[in-house]
């Protein structure tokens, strides 16, 4: 497994984003999410954390979670409050592509890192933020997590079953929603770059995620205003599409459509359901939905999941097993997909790690680099900024700079 810097480089000759040089000031995970795509297409990646580790990384440096949103990335631990570290950072940064950082929205105007001061000196920058609920704004200056944005942007309201109660989603998914937004704009405003010389700041929040994911649910408000509420595993406006039992484990099953459900009822042999005069239309059983369900469900619990997957599959209906997360990787299409990496670690000795979801034919990405450990590639990183030697022992030895 590459890892060595020669070898690290060679790789990345073969990817789009080769020769990229970006500057990671980011915690947690929102700003990291779209960082891991940057450095995945090959970008070179400075990742710049305080001299002593930050209780604001993404669980332990050896744990899991960080293995797998730091990857592909080199490090140099530089303390940005003092004289020294700043202009040890600007340095750095009058090369650099792209900055991106998801600091609170005044952190970075304290620390002088911020846009404006950063594209006086650099006007070719692509400075990239996420925030948790915009740059400006009365909620500007607060601090975001993803379950605050989830409950605040309507998702909590919507998820789960009726009468239950909010319930958050699984996943931090405004956290990474906005972390995919913000690399898809990067590439947005570098594009733009080739054409004006010049590069902007790029910015979302959680909340801005959310509230565009909400999609066809904020739609229903803002075109006929309906509230949307909880429909538990159940579509929203559709019907039959949900969780049904099967003798073994549960499955998903989406035959709402007027052809799917009549394909459905000839496949299942009920076609008399298709003569119930209360289930002719899609609104109609969306109105009878219980009724609909409960049939379905006394039907296929009668046999396992494999059973009633191939069925439906033949006769072309969307189905599929509801999965844990370990099945999910035993599934034959996933491993066909190659959907993990594996990273090489100085402790782990070997960590897997979730892979790009983005195809290019023709293209590999992969692992060039291990999860650098705190401070890792300072030397290296200074030198390439045209420090020298002296100049960075000086700053270790003031404990500017960690090793």
Not at 36 to 53: M, Q, T
Not at 61 to 83: E, M, Q, S, W, Y
Not at 203 to 209: K, Q
């Amino acid at each position: 497994m590459p890892d060595d810097s020669a070898t690290a480089a060679q790789i990345a000759t073969s990817l789009p984003l080769n020769g990229l040089r970006v500057l990671d000031l980011t915690l947690a995970r929102a700003g990291p999410t779209c960082v891991r795509h940057l450095a995945d297409w090959g970008a070179d990646i400075i990742r710049i954390e305080p001299p002593v580790a930050n209780d604001g990384m993404a669980g332990a440096r050896d744990g899991f979670d960080f293995t797998n949103l730091h990857r592909n990335k080199r490090c140099i631990a530089l303390d940005l409050k003092t004289p020294e570290g700043h202009a040890a950072f600007l340095k750095l940064a009058q090369t650099a592509d792209v900055v991106v950082e998801n600091m609170r929205m005044q952190v970075k105007y304290r620390l002088k890192v911020d846009y404006e001061t950063l594209s006086a000196l650099n006007p070719r920058l692509v400075y990239a933020s996420i925030s948790g609920f915009g740059q400006t704004g009365p909620y500007s200056k607060r601090g975001g997590v993803d379950q605050i944005a989830q409950g605040l942007g309507g998702l909590m309201s919507i998820t789960g079953e009726k009468g239950r109660g909010p319930m958050r989603v699984g996943i931090p998914i405004d956290d990474l929603t906005a972390g995919n937004l913000l690399a898809l704009g990067v590439m947005m405003a570098l594009f733009e770059r080739e054409k004006t010389g010049k590069g902007r700041w790029v910015h979302t929040s959680l909340l801005e995620a959310q509230v565009f994911m909400l999609d066809f649910q904020a739609t229903r408000w803002l075109q006929k205003g309906e509230i949307a509420g909880q429909a538990g595993n159940d579509h929203p406006v559709n019907t039959p599409m949900g969780v049904f039992p099967s003798a073994d484990k549960p499955i998903n099953i989406a035959a709402s459509s007027p052809k799917l459900w009549a394909v459905f009822c000839r496949a299942v042999g009920k076609e008399d359901w298709l003569e119930r005069p209360e289930w002719k239309t899609s609104e109609d059983r969306t109105r009878h939905r219980a009724e609909v369900n409960a049939a379905i469900a006394e039907l296929t619990s009668q046999q396992a999941s494999e059973y009633w997957i191939a069925k439906l599959e033949e006769v072309g209906i969307p189905c599929g097993p509801v999965n844990n997360i370990q099945e999910v990787f035993e599934d034959p299409q996933v491993e066909h997909l190659d959907m993990v990496w594996k990273v090489p670690h100085a402790k782990l000795g070997e960590a897997g790690v979730v892979r790009t979801p983005i195809n290019i034919e023709g293209l590999k990405p992969g692992i060039r680099r291990s999860v650098p450990g705190l401070g890792e590639h300072a030397d290296e990183i200074l030198t390439e900024a045209g420090l020298s030697g002296d100049e960075i022992s000086a700053l270790r030895a003031k404990g500017v700079l960690g090793s």
